[in-house]
């Protein structure tokens, strides 16, 4: 059936004196290097509709998400079981949630809530009858897997192979640049949405609001005569810019933008357009294991423990780990799949290692699934079973590493199953 697609950006940059979040001490931004986006793509085919939203924060939470749901179903009509809210994973933006010593900016977040429900309106206003294509390429020279095993077995988050203690990396990364975009009937590009694994941690740790790679890759798009450029992260848990293999420095995140472009440019020359497509939806809510943890765990004492800045940060946002272990007993996680004809965008509220989310691009065959990771939620670090053995930061215990090891598989299957069950009817 013909398809009509809408797409839309505003501005969600934080007023400078705005804490950040994304490296658990508390850090008060002073400038803004450039502007933080929400961006939206809103597809219309056969009475069925979908959204993707794409946000330049670490994560968002899942009664955010569901109040975004809520207010478009009573705003525009929109179901709200088809829009996706997704997290870039800046980890150079305002504190969106309680991580660390970094406390949530609820007034913030509220603002967040109401510009991204008016954004989904403006892309639902832009909305023309378009014709929609699917491409992809490979990226090796970007992203890489920070986990280095060490020769007594443990790992080492950002390891670097000048320790004369380095092994071998501890598994693969995801290279794949997937691309959906439409352009209207004179061919002219309406907008485009990126999926590819890779954490955008470019001034993190400084006093600067940015939007990191995922902005730069917007903006050169841009001067591309892409007017908007939704960037959908995948399973990038253990996947960096910083470069093991060379001492551990990457690219900036204006080279990191610029090759990305430059692939999904190359995408775009040879993409086949349709003018028809089939869309839905499919979720479900799943229930995961919290890890049951020793007091060597949560003293960070375990082999291959790893803590990252102040240890006495840990000591004061243990306590509250524990806390919500016991007042929940289990971690609600939805996860979600849009469908465009054999695509499948499979969402999960996660930092989820790239070991599962290549999982999930096999078992889904002869679907094409793409993951997305921050998606409607977040439940934190989510590695793959082998990496509990190792140890690293990801798996060191603290409130975002809380579930145990079983938890990926468990998103896994949820993916796999609703991706082979198809769009609901």
């Known amino acids: 059936m013909p398809v009509n697609v809408g797409f839309a950006e505003v501005d969600i940059t934080p007023p400078v004196g705005t804490h950040k979040i994304g490296w658990k001490r508390d850090i008060v931004s002073d400038r803004v290097l450039d502007p933080l986006f929400a961006r939206a793509a809103v597809l219309e085919a056969a009475g069925e509709r979908v959204a993707f939203v794409q ?3 670490l994560s968002i939470r899942w009664t955010q998400v569901a109040e975004v749901r809520s207010r478009c179903e009573e705003s525009y009509g929109f179901p709200g079981g088809n829009i996706m809210v997704a997290a870039t994973h800046n980890h150079a933006g305002p504190a969106v949630a309680n991580c660390g010593d970094v406390r949530r900016d609820d007034a913030y977040v509220q603002t967040l809530v109401g510009k991204v429900v008016s954004l989904i309106g403006r892309a639902l206003d832009d909305a023309r009858e ?5 491409g992809s390429c490979f990226e090796f020279h970007v992203g890489y897997n920070r986990r280095v095993v060490m020769r007594d077995g443990t790992v080492r988050t950002h390891g670097e192979f000048t320790n004369p203690m380095a092994l071998c990396m501890e598994g693969p990364i995801d290279p794949e640049v997937a691309v959906m975009a439409a352009r ?5 590009l309406l907008g485009a949405v990126v999926n590819f694994a890779c954490h955008p941690t470019h001034h993190g740790g400084e006093t600067a609001l940015s939007a990191g790679f995922p902005g730069v890759l917007a903006n050169e798009m841009k001067a591309r005569g892409c007017p908007v450029t939704v960037y959908l992260n995948g399973a990038c848990g253990n996947i960096s810019v910083n470069d093991p293999r060379r001492g551990g420095p990457g690219k900036s995140k204006e080279e990191v ?3 990305l472009a430059g692939d999904v440019g190359r995408v775009l020359e040879g993409m086949a357009f349709r003018s028809e497509l089939r869309l839905g939806s499919r979720s479900k809510t799943v229930r995961l294991p919290f890890r049951q943890t020793t007091e060597d765990e949560r003293a960070g004492t375990t082999r291959g423990a790893q803590r990252f800045i102040d240890s006495a940060i840990y000591e004061r ?3 509250r780990a524990m806390e919500r272990v016991r007042r929940m007993g289990t971690q609600p996680a939805e996860v979600q799949v849009i469908f465009m004809d054999e695509y499948a965008y499979a969402g999960i509220p996660a930092e989820y290692f790239v070991q599962h989310g290549l999982r999930i691009k096999e078992e889904a065959h002869p679907r094409r699934a793409l993951v997305v990771g921050h998606a409607n939620g977040m439940v934190g670090y989510v590695p793959h079973r082998e990496a509990f053995l190792r140890g690293g930061y990801e ?5 975002s590493s809380r579930l145990a090891p079983e938890a990926g598989d468990v998103l896994a299957d949820c993916a796999i199953q609703l991706i082979k069950a198809g769009p609901a009817r």
Do not use: Y
């Not at 209207?184 to 002219?188: E, F, I, T, V």
């Not at 798996?395 to 409130?399: A, R």
């Open 130 to 134: 378009a014709e929609v294509g699917f």
């Open 395 to 399: 798996t060191t215990f603290c409130d």
């Open 317 to 319: 946002e243990i306590p």
């Open 257 to 259: 933008g610029a090759a």
């Open 184 to 188: 209207a009937k004179d061919g002219r």
């Open 55 to 57: 946000l330049d924060t």
